[in-house]
């Protein structure tokens, strides 16, 4: 994986990769449908093209996790008031979002969001009804405690595009202090090895594989050996910016790394690409993105709107309108949004 092989779509995450992108191993293994949908991607992400229906169907089916770590928000129920509020999605949930999706022709969905997704019953079940409604790019990100052999050969035989791995960590002592709660580390890795050499000894090309690491103050002396370690065994190792699970910036200064602590320029023009590319869905409410700190930025509720009506609401339609313009202070939501993830910029809210 050398420095060349590095992309990002957002700047939050740095992907690198044994590939120049790791969507163009993707469009070799499953062809011209892929590679169609990815070019309509980057388009949204240039904010050129506004979809009939979203590319990416963002679920978050429960918020339980068998972590309790520092930089997530399932460690901090008293602090995201409504984020647990309502109820949580089960399969026939699942199946009515996948059938509107699949009826509109979508690509990609994801069935979790901030929670552990092996820790739902049957998750294979999930993941092959996606895949036999025609969903092309099927995404999971697991911490690996529950990955047996048995569940790892079920998710090889689902359908699954793509599983990464959230580690955080290259030592015991750093992930016990990153990954509260966990299984050992090596006992983590040994889940993680058997499920790569059942891939391989199988010949499944799909899912390809990634994991990540979440840069902090705690664990930022260890990205190089992660880096290292995993380069020769997965396809992908994705770097990610540390952003607090609420706006409690103060309380959460202690985990941000060095260089996101460091003067910077003001920014004075972020644009956001997820109201371009996907909604997300939690209990019953449809939202523009993957903020979970308040109520307020909602675009439509299961049961209410369909989730074509919600990406064409009013409130997705002005969102989208403040990001293609650079005007995301507009918005207290985003402006939050931008403010927690580089804690010293200073916007400028008059040019």
């Known amino acids: 994986m050398e420095k060349n092989n590095i992309y990002t ?18 469009g ?11 070019k309509t991607w980057d388009s949204a992400n240039n904010f050129e093209t506004v979809t009939d229906f979203p590319l990416f169907l963002h679920i978050d089916m ?10 997530c928000i399932i460690a901090y129920p008293e602090e995201v008031a409504g984020y647990y509020e309502g109820k949580y999605l089960g399969f026939e949930d699942f199946k009515k979002i996948v059938d509107e999706g699949s009826e509109y022709g ?7 969001g901030n929670n552990e997704p092996f820790l ?24 690996a405690s529950a990955l047996t052999a048995k569940r790892s050969q079920e998710i090889l035989d689902s359908g699954l595009t793509r599983m990464r791995f959230s580690l955080d960590a290259f030592t015991q002592d750093t992930y016990e202090k990153v990954r509260v709660g966990s299984l050992p580390l090596d006992k983590i890795i040994e889940n993680i090895e058997i499920f790569l050499n059942l891939k391989e000894k199988g010949g499944y090309k799909l899912p390809v594989t990634g994991v990540s690491f979440v840069k902090m103050k705690q664990n930022e002396h260890e990205l190089d050996g992660f ?8 396809d992908m190792v994705s770097i990610q910016t540390f952003t607090p ?31 371009f590319q996907r909604v997300v869905i939690s209990n019953q409410t449809i939202a523009p993105c993957c903020v979970n700190f308040n109520k307020d930025l909602t675009i439509g509720k299961l049961g209410k709107d369909t989730i074509h009506e919600a990406w064409h609401s009013k409130k997705m339609n002005e969102i989208r309108n403040l990001h293609k313009e650079g005007k995301f202070y507009l918005d207290k939501t985003c402006k939050d949004c931008v ?12 040019r």
């Open 9 to 26: 779509t957002d700047g939050k995450v740095k992907h690198l990769s044994s590939e120049e992108n790791i969507n163009t191993k993707l």
């Open 28 to 38: 070799k293994i499953i062809g011209k449908k892929f590679i169609e949908y990815r």
């Open 62 to 71: 429960n918020q339980t996790c068998n972590y309790k770590c520092p930089h």
């Open 106 to 112: 979508c690509p990609s969905i994801s069935p979790q």
């Open 120 to 143: 739902i019953k049957d998750l294979y079940k999930y993941i092959y009804y996606a895949h036999q409604k025609k969903f092309i790019d099927i995404m999971l990100n697991t911490n």
């Open 227 to 234: 880096i290292n370690f995993w380069k020769d065994k997965v």
């Open 245 to 275: 699970p609420t706006r409690n910036i103060e309380k959460y200064k202690k985990f941000y790394a060095t260089e996101q602590l460091a003067d910077s320029e003001p920014i004075t023009e972020f644009k956001c690409v997820q109201p």
């Open 339 to 350: 403010n927690l993830i580089y804690p010293n910029n200073k916007i400028l809210e008059a």
